[in-house]
């Protein structure tokens, strides 16, 4: 299995640009979930979704949309990029919608918005 | 608010001494915690987990303590290898809405002295 698989690992874009950020999973999870992890900081939740078809916000889900067509894709779309909006992005997945699992991190997407 | 944080942001032991890192956590109705360790570059990966019921428990290496009296978490390390420097972070997995969130504390960065 390659587990949690984001795409790219880089983005450079401008104010305004939209663009989507990928992450895929081969582990058939139901729980998918978006973070972005700013310097001396630890890691907060934007999106979630707990299945295909059902996803719902985070703590800082302003400027980030999602959706979960498939169990296995999970993308975040930047609507129109902000420099707030700089970060380095990560998704993860865990087996069930509920309770005691840990989450499965990819490498993360970093982004930079000039 | 409830929040999960750390003790010490930096943590330097020389090569094969034992490590300790601390984590407090808020939220009593808390009922499983995790621990990451974060490398340069990666994402988050798994180290242990340990549920509300249990007051320690082991991996190869490392053990992780839970004091539900004073809600503090730590980490312990087993003869510290240069391998072992990174960032940890402590994670509580927190029901929020219809779901379980993880809520990560700002980490600890690990230095190994060789």
């Known amino acids: 299995n390659a587990g949690v698989t984001q795409t790219p690992k880089f983005q450079v874009l401008k104010t305004g640009q939209s663009m989507t950020l990928q992450c895929a999973q081969d582990m058939n999870h139901e729980y998918m979930s978006w973070y972005r992890q700013d310097p001396g900081m630890g890691l907060r939740l934007i999106h979630y979704?707990?299945?295909?078809?059902?996803?719902d916000q985070g703590e800082v889900p302003n400027g980030y949309n999602v959706s979960r067509s498939t169990t296995e894709d999970f993308p975040l779309r930047l609507l129109s990029a902000a420099p707030s909006q700089t970060s380095v992005y990560f998704c993860?997945?865990?087996?069930?919608?509920?309770?005691?699992?840990?989450?499965?991190f990819g490498d993360g997407t970093r982004l930079s918005i000039l | 608010g409830e929040s999960v944080g750390l003790h010490l942001p930096t943590l330097s032991v020389q090569e094969g001494d034992n490590s300790i890192i601390n984590c407090a956590y808020s939220?009593?109705?808390?009922?499983?915690f995790i621990w990451y360790k974060q490398e340069s570059g990666k994402g988050p990966q798994f180290i242990i987990d340990i549920r509300s019921n249990m007051d320690k428990r082991q991996g190869q290496r490392v053990t992780v303590l839970l004091n539900k009296t004073v809600k503090h978490l730590s980490l312990q390390i087993a003869a510290t290898q240069p391998g072992d420097s990174a960032v940890y972070f402590c994670a509580e997995n927190r029901q929020m809405d219809s779901s379980y969130k993880l809520i990560f504390g700002s980490g600890t960065r690990l230095l190994v002295r060789p």
């Open positions: 979704s707990v299945g295909a078809g059902i996803t």
């Open positions: 993860a997945s865990r087996r069930g919608a509920w309770g005691d699992q840990p989450q499965h």
């Open positions: 939220n009593s109705a808390s009922d499983y």
